[in-house]
């Protein structure tokens, strides 16, 4: 049971440069999100979907788009890389319903933009 | 704007102390709220969680006190080892929707021998 796979692991990339970053997940969760992860400013979500074939965005947005390709794969895409795009991005999946549940992450993209 | 404050940034203590974390939310329709343990060059993985109609939950070493009217709830690690050195969040939940997690900003924990 592989959880939440994300790939690449690293990558560097010139600005203006465009890279999609892959999510797969293989508990037959209903909700994934993208978060991005800088120094001191904690865990902030970038997109989420609830269910396949919706996305919305969260808390920055701003220069990404993503993907939910069906119920397994959630893809973050990146059409013009910025500096400020340097971070560290994570994707999550999540049963939804009632109950709250436990969130899984993968194990993280860093990505640096030079 | 945050939507859940956490503090301290940093904490150091020694082998056997009890680092206590707290966070501080706004929104009183959250009713979800799990503490985050990540390793360096790891994701983040659930460590403990807390409804809000608890006042305090323990697993093992790890305690959340749950502080409903104050709107706080922090995290103590009893007999802390080395081991326990990694980087805390809190977080907050609604019931409904997508179930989106607000992660505090992190506590980077150090435990001495």
């Known amino acids: 049971n592989a959880g939440v796979t994300q790939t690449p692991k690293f990558q560097v990339l010139k600005t203006g440069q465009s890279m999609t970053l892959q999510c797969a997940q293989d508990m037959n969760h209903n909700s994934m999100y993208w978060y991005r992860q800088d120094p001191g400013m904690g865990l902030r979500l970038i997109y989420y979907?609830?269910?396949?074939?919706?996305?919305d965005k969260g808390e920055v947005p701003n220069g990404y788009n993503v993907s939910r390709l069906n119920k397994r794969e959630f893809s973050l895409r990146l059409e013009s890389a910025a500096p400020s795009q340097t971070s560290v991005y994570f994707c999550a999946s999540r049963a939804q319903g009632i109950m709250n549940t436990e969130a899984f992450f993968g194990q993280g993209t860093r990505l640096t933009v030079v | 704007q945050q939507q859940v404050k956490q503090s301290p940034q940093s904490l150091i203590v020694q082998k056997g102390g009890i680092p206590i974390i707290n966070c501080a939310y706004e929104n009183t329709a959250f009713d979800y709220f799990p503490w985050y343990q990540q390793f360096p060059g790891k994701g983040p993985a659930l460590l403990i969680a807390i409804r809000p109609d608890v006042s305090e939950k323990k697993e093992g070493r790890f305690t959340i006190s749950f502080n409903k009217s104050a709107k706080q709830f922090s995290l103590h690690i009893m007999d802390s080892q080395p081991g326990d050195s990694a980087t805390y969040f809190c977080a907050a939940s609604f019931q409904t929707g997508a179930n989106n997690l607000f992660f505090g900003t992190g506590t980077r924990l150090t435990v001495i021998p």
């Open positions: 979907s609830a269910s396949e074939g919706t996305t």
